[in-house]
């Protein structure tokens, strides 16, 4: 069973840096994808897509946070990460980390919560002004 499990999360003032942790397990060495979402106060009923990466290494960003977060992954621990650097007010919310199988995903896929099946219990980021 395909286990995802968020860390890192914590508070800093604008213009901070956060660095995020998912740690996934159980899944079996084929095509998939992986990526971050966010749930922002006022919002609790939505998943937005932030930032995500299939097994080709090819990433997927949100122009809201394109050029400020990276995401990387160590296959070799099977851990992902987001680099979230010059941190927002407006980037504050709970963040959770998704994965499935995918053989293939456009940039609107792999950033729709809809098209993952496997997710974390979420980590909060708050950025104050």
């Known amino acids: 069973q395909v286990q995802v499990v968020e860390s890192g999360g914590g508070s800093v003032q604008a213009g901070g840096s956060l660095r995020l942790s998912c740690a996934a397990s159980?899944?079996?060495?084929?095509?998939?994808?992986i990526g971050w979402f966010r749930q922002v106060p006022g919002k609790e009923r939505e998943r937005e897509g932030v930032?995500?990466?299939?097994?080709?290494?090819?990433?997927f960003y949100a122009d809201s946070v394109k050029g400020r977060f990276t995401i990387s992954q160590d296959t070799a621990e099977d851990i992902l990460y987001l680099q979230m650097s010059n941190l927002e007010p407006e980037d504050t919310g709970v963040y959770y980390c998704?994965?499935?199988?995918?053989?293939?995903?456009?940039?609107?896929?792999?950033?729709?919560?809809?098209?993952?099946?496997?997710w974390g219990q979420g980590t909060q980021v708050t950025v104050s002004s």
């Open positions: 930032a995500a990466i299939d097994s080709d290494g090819l990433t």
């Open positions: 998704a994965a499935d199988y995918a053989s293939s995903m456009t940039a609107i896929q792999a950033l729709s919560p809809y098209e993952y099946s496997y």
């Open positions: 159980g899944y079996q060495r084929q095509r998939y994808c």
